[in-house]
C-alpha cells in the first residue's frame, strides 16, 4: 500500500452547505486524508486562522503565484480571489495521502482537467430554506451578501451535474460517512489497481 | 427512494474465486439485493438446487430461448451454455432492487452495450496458487479440468482490466463489505439522483 498514490477528491457545493464542517469531521477520522490549504484574498472571518482555513494573502501577492504557474487553479468569486498552489497538493498524492481540494463550483472545471482521476463530490443543501437560515446563523454577512449569495447557490446547484458524486448533507455525520464509502469504493476502481494482474498472474 | 430505480451489478471473475460465497453472504446481509438465477446446461453439482443455483436445462431448450430474443447474455464456456433470462432482472431493477448477475468474464461485454450504467466488479483471488486450492477443495473435477481451468483463469484475471471495481477476495467478509461499499457509492452517483437539482432549488 506504501507505493499507492493518493486519491484526488474535490469537494464543491453552494456557501452554506457545509462543507468546512464536513471536512474539519472528515480529516479528524482519517488519518490518510488531508484537505489541500487554499490562498485566498477575502477578509479573514472571526474564528479563523491564517494557515489553518486559508492563507489569506493581498491581491497583488495572489497575481504574481498566478503569474508564475505556481497555482493550481483560481477563481474569483464576490470580488476576492480563491486558489489552490500545486506543490503541497502533489507532494501529498505521491505520499499516498488522499488530498481533498474544497473549490468554488467554478474552479472544478479547471482541476478535472489536469487531472483525469479526480474524484469531484458536490455537497448539497436538503433545501434553498435550510441554506438560507444557515447563512444567517453564520451572523457575518449583510442582507445584500445572503442575497446575493443565494442566488450564487440556485446557480451553482444547477451545475451540479458536472460532479460525479451528490451527498445531500442532512446530517453531518452522514454525509461524513458518505464521503469515506466514496472514498473507499474509489480505492477499488480497477483504473487504481493495474498492478494486480501482474501480481496475481505472477508476472510481475 | 421508493420510485428509485435498482442498480444492476456484474460480478465476474475466475472459476474457484469465491463468486457465490461471496454473493451468498451479500443477499444475507443486504434485504434490496437478488441475485439473478442463471441458466446453464452444465451438470447439476453436488450440493446444488435446479432454480435456486441455477435452472439446469438442455441445449435444446436453451437454444430455443436464444432464438425468441429472451436471453439478456448467454455464453459458451467449457463445452455448456450459461445465460440470463432477461425479463426478471428488469422487473427488479423497476421495483429499486440491486440486482448481481454472476456472469462468466466473456458475457461482461455484452450487457455493459445493453445497461451502459451497469456497476462491473471483478472478484481477484489473492494468487493463482490460492485459486489452484480452491478449485481442488471442490473435489468435483478431474485433473484435466483443473489444468483446464487454471489456464482459463489466467486468461480471465488479464482481461480484469474491462471491469471497473476489483475486489481480492482473502477474506469472504471483507470482499462483502468492499462489495456493499461499492453499491452504497454508486447510489451516490449524481447520474443516480439526477432529480436532487429540481427537487431542492425547488423547480419540481
Redesign the interface.
Known amino acids: 500500500m506504501s507505493d499507492k498514490k493518493g486519491i484526488l477528491i474535490i469537494l464543491s457545493g453552494p456557501s452554506g452547505s457545509g462543507k468546512d464542517t464536513v471536512l474539519n469531521e472528515l480529516v479528524a477520522r482519517n488519518d490518510d486524508l488531508r484537505v489541500s490549504i487554499s490562498m485566498t484574498t477575502r477578509k479573514m472571518r472571526q474564528g479563523e486562522t491564517d494557515g489553518v482555513n486559508y492563507y489569506f494573502v493581498d491581491r497583488d501577492y495572489f497575481e504574481k503565484k498566478v503569474s508564475e504557474g505556481k497555482m493550481l487553479e483560481y477563481a474569483e468569486y464576490v470580488g476576492n480571489y480563491y486558489g489552490t498552489p500545486k506543490a503541497p497538493v502533489d507532494e501529498m498524492l505521491n505520499n499516498g495521502i488522499n488530498v481533498v481540494l474544497e473549490i468554488e463550483v467554478q474552479g472544478a472545471d479547471k482541476i478535472r482537467k489536469m487531472y483525469p482521476d479526480v474524484v469531484s463530490v458536490?455537497l448539497?443543501?436538503?433545501?434553498?430554506s435550510t441554506l438560507e437560515s444557515r447563512i444567517r446563523m453564520r451572523g457575518t454577512e449583510d442582507e445584500e451578501t445572503i442575497a446575493n449569495r443565494l442566488f450564487i447557490a440556485?446557480q451553482e446547484?444547477?451545475r451540479?451535474?458536472e460532479?460525479?458524486?451528490?451527498?445531500?448533507n442532512d446530517t453531518v455525520s452522514e454525509a461524513v460517512e458518505?464521503f469515506e464509502?466514496?472514498i473507499?469504493?474509489?480505492q477499488?476502481?480497477?483504473s487504481r489497481?493495474?498492478h494486480?494482474?501482474s501480481e496475481?498472474?505472477?508476472n510481475v
Do not use: C, H
Not at 448539497?124 to 434553498?128: D, E, H, K, N, V
Open positions: 458536490f448539497m443543501p436538503p433545501s434553498l440556485q446547484i444547477r451540479a451535474d460532479f460525479g458524486y451528490v451527498i445531500v458518505s464509502t466514496i473507499k469504493a474509489e477499488l476502481k480497477f489497481n493495474k494486480l494482474i496475481v498472474t505472477g
